[in-house]
């Protein structure tokens, strides 16, 4: 557990192409809002803020228990970059660092959360950088972002690209190493689930 880097679960989408928010979706029983939860907890984070928008009251009463802080983006239609600007804007004095996740990456091992933060911890300079896990030749998600990258997110609006700032400056960037193909599984249909994947679909209404 780290008391500099906070974690934004991302949860605010309709899943317009999947049928329904994907925040409720569930694989193996699992919702992938409680998946993404559990995998961050596993990795011995507590400082979880969940990003809500489309049906917010129904993804906040999909999770049980406390110790999460939820906020809420009303114009989540505008992109997801705003949702990371609400999310960031919430964070308290002496967050160093934002760990972002989205629910669409259910795959994401525990292990990565944990290395993409103790490299961070370990550099001196940590806030002046992006970091990004890489398995085999290509990166992918989660992304940690340092304090000072914040404000040029904000500058984005709710609908710029945050790849634009993970390619603004390669100096700035560290890739961490990891064995975990999930960074690459982004699922924005259930036939992106693959073959193999048992009990998967959207929660009943």
Do not use: Y
């Amino acid at each position: 557990m780290s008391a500099h880097v906070a974690v934004i679960v991302l949860a605010a989408g309709e899943g317009r192409r999947f049928g329904g928010p994907k925040a409720l979706a569930r694989l193996e029983a699992k919702s992938w809002l409680q998946i993404a939860l559990e995998r961050v907890l596993e990795a011995g984070h507590e400082r979880i803020t969940v990003v809500v928008g489309a049906e917010a009251e129904r993804v906040r009463g999909s999770i049980a228990g406390s110790g999460i802080s939820w906020v809420e983006n009303a114009d989540w239609k505008a992109g997801r970059t705003g949702s990371i600007i609400c999310g960031l804007r919430s964070l308290p004095e002496g967050t160093r660092g934002a760990l972002l996740h989205s629910v669409d990456f259910p795959f994401v091992a525990a292990s990565t959360f944990r290395a993409l933060v103790r490299a961070f911890e370990d550099d001196p300079e940590a806030e002046l950088g992006i970091w990004l896990p890489l398995d085999g030749e290509k990166t992918g998600h989660p992304v940690l972002v340092g304090r000072a990258i914040w404000g040029e997110i904000q500058a984005l609006g709710p609908d710029g690209p945050l790849r634009r700032i993970v390619r603004a400056d390669a100096a700035r960037v560290r890739t961490v190493r990891v064995d975990d193909p999930g960074i690459h599984r982004n699922i924005n249909s259930l036939s992106d689930l693959g073959a193999g994947v048992e009990h998967t679909g959207k929660e009943e209404r």
